[in-house]
């Protein structure tokens, strides 16, 4: 198998797993401030952003592939939608779970809101959020994967090219990067979550 294709396949899957989860964390972020600041929106938010994490993956390709056509635009709304549910869901936990002491103390010294949010809330919620992008990247590397089926490109293409032609070592050249890259974000954004954590703790203990 060539290695110059396994290369390019492997950052156009990178590609469309990041502009989908960029957007989620876009809209996500923006979405859990909003929630913070009109509560009552939470419930019905919250359950919508939960009916569509039950979508099945295919079924969900198929529903945006109707408006998006056949390419990696697809793949990428389709990661921005299961995107939401981690993040939104995380970022909210974290804004709203902090220590309200915290935020008295911002006050006191006479910070704005705005400056309340960047300084105190958004920094303290950071480990939470980043627990969020982690689970939506993790699983937007499997959902780009089954962009194949649409016609999009990426590792899953290899696969599926692989096991059309009975060909194990291109199967393995999609799968293995795949599992890879998946092993990898999952342990570097594990490593910097739990250091946020430990500054946190450091902080709120001084």
Known sequence: MNMSSVLSAALTHLEITFLGVLL???????LAVLLVRFPRLSKGVLSVIDAIQTVPTLAMLTFVMLLFG???????VSIFL???FPIVRNAHVGLTSMDPGMIR???GIGMNPVQIFTMVRLPLAMPMLLAGVRLAIVAALGIATTG??????GLGMLIWRGIQTRNTAM?????VPVTVLAVLFEYLLS????????????????
């Open 24 to 30: 989620g964390c876009i809209v996500g972020l923006a």
């Open 82 to 84: 299961y995107a939401l």
């Open 148 to 153: 194949v089926f649409i016609g999009s490109g």
């Open 70 to 76: 056949l390419n990696n635009k697809t793949v990428v």
């Open 191 to 206: 490593y910097i979550e739990k250091r946020l954590n430990k500054k946190y703790k450091t902080e709120v203990k001084k």
């Open 105 to 107: 103390a911002g006050r």
């Open 171 to 175: 199967m393995l050249s999609g799968a």
